[in-house]
T-cell receptor, first 116, second 113 residues
């Protein structure tokens, strides 16, 4: 079974600074997808960024980028120019590739605090 | 707005009571999912449905049943609620290929006393 590990229960960063959230995963598959989700206090799950394992190029979405190291099974999220609205729980998630309807496997999350 | 709608948003049950959580999506997605989220944990998959008429167990199915009523609706039933089922429940939907992402409902906070 796949596992996703987020080793940082909580991180704190000054507004406008850069922060990196860590995620490692374990899988025997070669085809898979990785995601970062944001969960603010409203409880809504919001997709931040996704990465296909077969793509070597790291995904980027505005201030959010990932460092995908397939051999090391590492998938970290970098948030640049942190804003107060970035404060939330962040979950790393894995999904097996292929045409099936597999659900996501989540890590336990990192609580991100933004200091004004 | 298009998306996933869950009802109710909050519910308190007594041990042994039954209830059904409702979920509907209007994005014409084939696949639907039920997750639970407990404090200090990520979301864990309870059941999923790859398409209308099919359902499969996820990581934590014990104590739950599901029904894929049609392509839009996927319900989760607790037949005899237990305090261990106190949690926040999320419904989600997606297309199978490629997985552009999963759209989540806003969650149901369930307390079993």
């Amino acid at each position: 079974a796949q596992t996703v590990t987020q080793s940082q229960p909580e991180m704190s960063v000054q507004e406008a600074e850069t922060v990196t959230l860590s995620c490692t995963y374990d899988t025997s598959e070669s085809d898979y997808y990785l995601f970062w989700y944001k969960q603010p206090p409203s409880r809504q799950m919001i997709l931040v960024i996704r990465q296909e394992a077969y793509k070597q190029q790291n995904a980027t979405e505005n201030r959010f980028s990932v460092n995908f190291q397939k051999a090391a099974k590492s998938f970290s999220l970098k948030i640049s120019d942190s804003q107060l609205g970035d404060a939330a729980m962040y979950f790393c998630a894995y999904r097996r590739g292929g045409g099936g309807a597999d659900g996501l496997t989540f890590g336990k999350g990192t609580h991100l605090i933004i200091q004004p | 707005n298009a998306g996933v709608t869950q009802t109710p948003k909050f519910q308190v049950l007594k041990t042994g009571q039954s209830m059904t959580l409702q979920c509907a999506q209007d994005m014409n997605h084939n696949s639907m999912y039920w997750y639970r989220q407990d404090p200090g944990m990520g979301l864990r998959l309870i059941y999923y449905s790859a398409s209308e008429g099919t359902t499969d167990k996820g990581e934590v199915p014990n104590g739950y049943n599901v029904s894929r009523l049609n392509k839009r609706e996927f319900s989760l039933r607790l037949e005899s609620a237990a305090p261990s089922q106190t949690s926040v429940y999320f419904c989600a939907s997606s297309e199978r290929q490629p997985p552009d992402g999963y759209t989540f409902g806003s969650g149901t906070r369930l307390t079993v006393v």
